[in-house]
């Protein structure tokens, strides 16, 4: 959710994060200009298309995946969203969250030229799965500090 005091295109871009859906990715040209950059724990990209095929891989793979912006911080041109993303692999019917930030640079109009995820996939996706999550969650425990 973004701040009270959130300038109206920041409202519009947070308001399509939390609603997007494989026909809301049109829209995608609203919020981004044409050679954004987007980079993720697992993707690193370049322009609309390419930005629009990352969230169309989400919805062919994912359950119900959705984005709570939980809160955000706004400069003169950028913006850092916290959120939380819902969903379910597909196949399972236990739900998952991951939380994570993105950061968010603004060209002169506005539109997002940088995007940049930052997320835990070791805490928030691999501790998680049943064979792998044990390796780590077994590592992580040696590497605390006592």
């Known amino acids: 959710m973004p701040a009270p005091h959130a300038s109206p ?3 519009a871009l947070v308001q399509w994060f939390e609603t997007l859906s494989p026909q809301s990715l049109e829209q ?11 980079k993720d724990p697992f993707n690193e990209v370049r322009g609309q298309q390419a930005i629009a095929r990352i ?4 919805f062919a793979t994912l359950d119900a995946p959705r984005f709570v912006v939980t809160e955000c911080v706004e400069q003169a041109h950028g913006v850092m969203l916290l959120w939380d993303f819902h969903f379910r692999p597909r196949g399972q019917r236990h739900a998952w969250c991951i939380r994570g930030a993105s950061h968010l640079k603004l ?4 539109l997002v030229h940088w995007h940049r995820d930052y997320w835990d996939a070791a805490e928030e996706l691999y501790a998680k799965l049943p064979l792998l999550g044990a390796v780590i969650r077994a590592l992580g425990r040696r590497l605390q500090a006592r």
Do not use: E
């Not at 995608?28 to 987007?38: C, G, M």
């Not at 969230?55 to 989400?58: A, P, R």
């Open 55 to 58: 969230f169309t891989h989400m």
């Open 28 to 38: 995608l040209p609203t919020h981004y200009s044409d050679q954004a950059y987007f």
């Open 107 to 110: 060209d002169a109009n506005g």
């Open 9 to 11: 295109p920041l409202q």
